[in-house]
């Protein structure tokens, strides 16, 4: 995972992207969890089980995804080889 925060070299006080690298049957805590904001996603590789709501998703590479993080939700790379995920919080 890497963070580039630094807000006088990008601005921004309320998004946060993350590169994120899952490894095969790694991903959130097993219970869905929530917090403030907004998020937003893009699969760049591999394949992501993204559970909100308690309604489970499958994505796969070029599939995006948005949600209000108020919602309980969790991931999991249920695929066989990294599953590789830009992913932004967004503070509101």
């Known amino acids: 995972e890497r963070s580039f925060e630094h807000p006088a070299l990008f601005g921004s006080q309320r998004l946060k992207g993350f590169y994120l690298v899952i490894e095969p049957g790694s991903g959130s805590r097993t219970t ?28 796969r590479e070029g599939d995006c995804f948005s ?10 790379n249920v695929g066989t080889t990294q599953c590789v995920v830009f992913w932004v919080n967004a503070t509101i």
């Not at 996603?41 to 998703?57: A, H, N």
């Not at 949600?67 to 999991?76: D, G, T």
Request: proline content about 8%.
């Open 67 to 76: 949600f209000p993080s108020v919602i309980p939700h969790r991931f999991l």
């Open 32 to 59: 869905p969890y929530v917090h403030a904001g907004e998020e937003i996603g893009l699969v760049i590789s591999g394949i992501l089980e993204l559970v909100i709501d308690g309604r489970s998703r499958i994505l």
